[in-house]
């Protein structure tokens, strides 16, 4: 005896159905008949509503096979699979392919694809179903089924073309009327297309044929490709009514077409603030401030770029052996989200090496310190939306600290439905001044196990949502959560290299890059002149301490330019600092100094900005160039002593244990014209924003744990 499983059918109302009825979350049934053609239910309600019930989908969601013929009975009927199908998994709901004629003129073949990643037929020949199992290239996973064109049934042979986990295509062919003739055997039925240079098919999209011998396919980082025929296809051919097949070749290239670049790579270009000719014509980004726009990219020397993904052999191997080793140090969530902006100008919160929460807040015209208790050590603070700051203890508990009508609360998110222990948030909030709240606000984690976590805020409807990872490394953080486009994560991974995933398409991409380059495990930062201009860069450090940038123009797409470092004998020790002005940011250097990257005149150049002290040496420029000889403007204090709250009655005297350098701690921004930095002795200094490139040392603030005494504490509570 078998057991059939119940199913919830709720009543879909439509506008002049009984709105009471709508809103009541239980209808209860009176009487009921089933329609002559048995195809309709009708049921009589005790309110005395009567409800048509149609076209019920088939009882399962387990991955069988259902059929659904109207003109029988029963209308649904259940294909069960073989002992060999039913080992490579249940199947998967995507769309399938149908040939008809294949092993006769009256036979009917539905492919498929297993959960298993296999192919699989099922055949109706002479009136008898069976299935057929066609298997999968070695070691490769299907992801979809691309359909055949309807002139294609008049060929010899059906080809099927299949989209792999790897982002690679492959062509199966199937000889018509299978075993009548020997001249119509395959030798080998699986041929490799591989993918274009630089990008690899969407897993789990199928492709387009919209042409014999020519199809389109999406590719993991939103452009379009097309495989055909060589003299047949490409970007300047358009569709071709007639042409000689066996002139043909029988040998597939690649052809990629530029999809217009926007907000996460979808329809967005057609926005009313960008102009509907963006619809066909795509983003124009023209030079609207010479001062942040370059006129040429520079490459490593003696390096060319790389065309090409790293093949699957030592170098992949290396590549997922590095991602599996590679251990963060004890101190890494601390020392990258040590600090935290709450309200520009206003308030931001600092995590001490003890774990201890406290809040700097300006308050009736005086600067507190705020302390928030909480049963577990903190690590760092991955985030704030809308008033509510976002933490991580030591034991990896996702907690938000939110003001709950008059009084302050911790919400646990970790113990939320499928919560997860968590290790990195975003790097950046944006200004609170210019965030907009949305229906789809989200923020985005990185967990314990390496996978990325998408954590919908948006009303207060939390939930979590698994993006995973990349194929063969797990994560290591978020170089940038939609500040440099819309709807795109960029991550680094263990192995050092850099990814985006699509939250609209939930599409993974590996952006090239040379096997010789490995990126830091430490976050970035994104600049971007404008809004209305996609022309910008992503900001890194490379594992041996050099700044890197990933620059983006419509001109020449992405590019890699090293930065190095501000002179040999320093290596940068600390994440990036937030973009400034669109062409300015912050890096710490090993000897404790700051040093400010900027553009000025189309040139990158260096300028020491030290720490807050009273300096008294100058420094030089450094110009991508590499010129030493002209004299760099000194960042130096304004009035040192007149804004710092130490006591410098006693410089020298050795009991203050005062370390005015500046610590490896990332820093953050304070207002659009100031940065606040962490010294090694546990104080805070803010530097400003003048004029142009010109920054001065504003104060010192004295924190609750710093091991410097002679500072100056303002009043503490604790909340």
């Known amino acids: 005896m078998k057991l059939t499983d119940w199913v919830e059918l709720k009543p879909a109302f439509n506008q002049s159905t009984n709105k009471e009825a709508e809103q009541s979350s239980?209808?209860?049934?009176?009487?009921?008949?089933?329609?002559?053609?048995g195809l309709r239910v009708y049921f009589c309600t005790k309110t005395g509503l009567?409800?048509?019930?149609?076209?019920?989908?088939?009882?399962?969601?387990?991955?069988?096979?259902?059929?659904?013929?109207?003109?029988?009975?029963?209308?649904w009927k259940k294909h069960l699979q073989s002992e060999e199908t039913d080992k490579d998994g249940s199947l998967v709901p995507l769309q399938g392919c149908m040939i008809y004629g294949l092993s006769g003129d009256h036979s009917v073949s539905l492919f498929l694809l297993t959960k298993g990643g296999k192919l699989v037929e099922r055949r109706l020949h002479q009136r008898k179903w069976k299935w057929i199992t066609h298997g999968s290239p070695e070691d490769h996973h299907l992801t979809s089924i691309t359909p055949l064109l309807e002139d294609e049934l008049k060929e010899r042979f059906f080809s099927l073309f299949l989209t792999t986990s790897t982002g690679s295509v492959?062509?199966?062919?199937?000889?018509?009327?299978?075993?009548?003739?020997?001249?119509?055997?395959?030798?080998?039925?699986?041929?490799?297309?591989?993918?274009?240079?630089?990008?690899?098919?969407?897993?789990?999209?199928?492709?387009?044929k919209f042409q014999l011998g020519r199809i389109l396919f999406a590719l993991d980082d939103g452009r379009l490709a097309e495989l055909h025929l060589p003299g047949l296809g490409g970007?300047?051919?358009?569709?071709?009514?007639?042409?000689?097949?066996?002139?043909?070749?029988?040998?597939?290239?690649?052809?990629i077409l530029d999809?217009?670049?926007?907000?996460?790579?979808?329809?967005?270009?057609c926005t009313e603030e960008r102009g509907p000719m963006n619809c066909i014509a795509g983003i124009k980004d023209e030079p609207n401030d010479s001062g942040n726009i370059r006129s040429l990219t520079r490459r490593r020397k003696g390096t060319k770029a790389q065309q090409d993904y790293l093949s699957l052999g030592t170098s992949r191997s290396r590549l997922v052996k590095a991602s599996e080793e590679y251990r963060f140090p004890d101190n890494w969530i601390n020392t990258s989200f040590r600090l935290r902006l709450v309200q520009a100008g206003v308030s931001f919160f600092i995590i001490t090496e003890a774990g201890l929460i406290f809040e700097y807040l300006y308050a009736e015209s005086v600067w507190l310190w705020l302390r928030h208790d909480h049963s577990t050590p903190m690590r760092g603070a991955l985030g704030n939306y809308n008033g509510s700051v976002f933490f991580v203890d030591v034991y990896g508990t996702l907690l938000i600290r939110e003001r709950s009508n008059n009084e302050l609360a911790w919400v646990n998110c970790t113990a939320m439905r499928k919560g997860r222990q968590i290790i990195g948030g975003p790097p950046w909030d944006g200004m609170s001044s210019k965030l907009k709240v949305t229906?789809?606000?989200?923020?985005?984690?990185?967990?314990?196990?390496?996978?990325?976590?998408?954590f919908s805020v948006a009303l207060r409807?939390?939930?979590?949502?698994?993006?995973?990872?990349?194929?063969?490394?797990?994560?290591?953080?978020?170089?940038?959560?939609?500040?440099f486009r819309e709807n795109i994560v960029f991550v680094v991974g263990r192995n050092g290299r850099l990814y985006q995933y699509n939250k609209v398409t939930e599409l993974w991409h590996e952006h090239h890059q040379s096997q010789h380059l490995v990126l830091s495990r430490l976050p970035g930062t994104a600049m971007r002149p404008s809004f209305f201009s996609l022309t910008g860069s992503l900001f890194m450090?490379?594992?041996?301490?050099?700044?890197?940038?990933?620059?983006?123009?419509?001109?020449?797409?992405?590019?890699?330019?090293e930065h190095g470092t501000p002179s040999k004998d320093v290596t940068l020790v600390a994440p990036p600092s937030p973009c400034i002005k669109g062409n300015q940011l912050f890096l710490i250097g090993s000897d404790g100094n700051i040093y400010l990257r900027y553009m000025d005149q189309l040139i990158w150049r260096w300028k020491n900005c030290g720490f807050p002290q009273n300096g008294d040496g100058d420094t030089r420029d450094q110009t991508e160039m590499g010129a030493n000889d002209r004299m760099q403007e000194v960042c130096m204090d304004n009035d040192p002593t007149a804004n710092l709250d130490i006591n410098l009655e006693n410089p020298n005297d050795q009991n203050r244990k005062c370390d005015p350098k500046v610590a490896p701690t990332r820093p953050i921004p304070f207002s659009e014209d100031s940065v606040i930095f962490e010294l090694r002795d546990g104080r805070l200094a803010e530097i400003q924003k003048v004029q142009d490139s010109k920054w001065v040392w504003q104060r010192i603030i004295g924190t609750p744990t710093s091991s410097c005494k002679g500072c100056y504490l303002t009043d503490r509570f604790n909340i």
């Open 461 to 483: 409807k939390f939930k979590w949502k698994d993006c995973h990872n990349p194929p063969e490394t797990k994560l290591a953080c978020i170089i940038d959560q939609e500040v």
């Open 26 to 37: 239980v209808i209860q049934m009176k009487s009921g008949t089933v329609s002559y053609d």
């Open 235 to 255: 970007q300047n051919s358009g569709p071709t009514n007639q042409f000689n097949r066996k002139k043909l070749s029988s040998k597939y290239i690649w052809s």
């Open 541 to 561: 450090l490379s594992e041996d301490g050099g700044l890197v940038e990933y620059h983006w123009n419509a001109w020449n797409g992405w590019n890699w330019v």
């Open 439 to 454: 229906a789809e606000d989200a923020l985005f984690f990185v967990s314990k196990s390496g996978r990325l976590l998408q």
């Open 50 to 75: 009567l409800l048509e019930l149609s076209e019920v989908e088939p009882p399962s969601s387990t991955g069988d096979l259902y059929e659904y013929d109207k003109s029988s009975r029963p209308s």
């Open 259 to 269: 999809a217009p670049e926007s907000e996460g790579w979808n329809g967005e270009y």
């Open 170 to 208: 492959f062509e199966y062919q199937i000889p018509k009327h299978l075993g009548t003739a020997q001249e119509d055997q395959i030798s080998e039925a699986w041929q490799n297309h591989m993918h274009p240079p630089n990008a690899k098919a969407a897993r789990g999209i199928p492709g387009l």
